[in-house]
């Protein structure tokens, strides 16, 4: 089985890739922000930390963590990012070294991706068979970030400013994909890459 990383800035199309690889080959696919999400509901592993972190003010009615909430908190106080932080990325890595062990021992799935925004910085290089990055051009991705979330020119770059370089991306992975144009041409690069695994129609 081999493991791979996917990664890129926002609205460079991880998605889509995604898409197009679940429907064609043998693969599990985890999305790192679902699994936080997921470790953070009552009963998970970061639920007890996380609300002795940062209070029951965050809960909602139902006792879950309000995301939203939870996002004002980090946003005022850079020290309480670092500490939620502490607690949600080592819990996340964990579940997912769980699940590859789990999947490979299967024999099944003959490719495995984890999919984040923040695979490199929090360390999967050491982990991963294989990083990919995912690009696509500065104005393609404002574009798609205007209409497929809303977002305004503000929001984007702030975004934008708070994620790794071209150069930070490109240095620290083994495939480049360009998203930037024709979706024929990336599933053709796609294909070529992954040609030793099982196509599915």
């Known amino acids: ?3 791979i990383g996917i990664t890129g800035g926002v609205g460079a199309g991880k998605s889509e890739v995604l898409r197009f690889i679940r429907q064609h080959y043998y693969c599990k696919i985890y999305l790192a922000d ?9 009963g998970e ?3 007890e930390k996380l ?3 940062l209070g029951e003010e965050v809960l909602s009615p139902d006792g879950s963590i309000d995301r939203g909430k939870m996002a004002a908190r980090i946003f005022l106080d850079k020290d309480v990012l670092f500490k939620v932080n502490a607690i949600v990325h080592p819990a996340v890595r964990e579940y997912l070294e769980n699940a590859v062990k789990e999947t490979a021992e299967d024999g099944e799935t003959e490719l495995f991706f984890i999919e984040a925004a923040l695979l490199i910085e929090n360390g999967y290089n050491d982990f991963v068979d294989e990083m990919w990055y995912i690009h696509a051009g500065d104005e393609i991705r404002r574009k798609r970030l205007r209409i497929s979330r809303g977002y305004d020119d503000n929001r984007i770059s702030r975004i934008m400013e708070s994620q790794l370089s071209e150069d930070e991306f490109r240095g620290s992975s083994d495939f480049i994909l360009d998203n930037s144009g024709d979706l024929s041409e990336v599933y053709s690069l796609i294909k070529k890459r992954l040609e030793a695994y099982t196509w599915k129609e």
């Open 45 to 47: 592993a970061c639920y």
């Open 51 to 53: 609300t002795a972190l």
């Open 1 to 3: 089985m081999r493991l």
């Open 34 to 42: 679902e699994v936080a999400h997921k470790l953070q509901e009552p």
